[in-house]
């Protein structure tokens, strides 16, 4: 016995249903298409298939791209980005440092992947960006404690490290999508 709640009619089975307007396929039917070319493609013989070059014109050679014929650039001590993505930089307003708030904003639209490096997160800064001797640079925990601490990265160094994927996001970063 065959229990259903709901029927399909044939004309939704031919036809492929778009959906949004924008030419996108419903979920069930990209599915069920895409059953049917999975079905095909493992199918059809290995021979049948065609790689990257099915995308050259019939009559053209392929070559080594020059680049791919000499040696690379050395490693630097302090890797910088491609010189390709020398347009991912942040935003920075008042960038001659005048008295007040300093801002570099992260472009969030063009950063490639989950980690945003070093060089690119958002901050803001009141009278400057300090230079810190890691030598001399003190932790100092005192106030409301029984026993004031003083640490120095060497001590906080030998603590075990724990590193984690987190998200973080100040809304700031995203202010100018929200201004005038």
């Known amino acids: 016995m065959r229990v259903s709640k709901h ?17 996108l396929l419903h979920r069930r039917a990209l599915l069920g ?8 493609v493992g199918g059809a013989p290995l021979g049948s298939l065609r790689g990257a070059a ?6 053209t050679p392929l070559t080594d791209a020059p680049w791919s014929l000499v040696p690379g650039a050395p490693i630097e001590p302090y890797q910088r980005p491609s010189r390709f993505e020398h347009h991912v930089v ?18 969030q639209h063009l950063v490639n992947g989950t980690i945003t490096p070093n060089g690119l997160h958002f901050v803001v800064v009141y009278g400057g960006v300090p230079d810190i001797d890691p030598d001399q640079h003190r932790l100092v925990i005192h106030g409301l404690v029984q026993q004031p601490l003083v640490f120095t990265l060497e001590t906080v160094s030998r603590y075990p490290m724990v590193t984690r994927v987190t998200f973080l996001e100040c809304g700031g970063n995203s202010a100018p999508l929200f201004s005038p």
């Open 90 to 107: 942040r935003t920075v307003q008042n960038p001659t440092g005048q008295p007040g708030a300093a801002v570099a904003r992260t472009p």
């Open 7 to 23: 029927r399909r009619s044939s004309t939704a089975d031919a036809s492929v249903e778009a959906v949004a307007g924008n030419g």
């Open 54 to 59: 099915a995308e050259r014109p019939p009559d």
């Open 33 to 40: 298409r895409g059953l049917l070319l999975a079905g095909a």
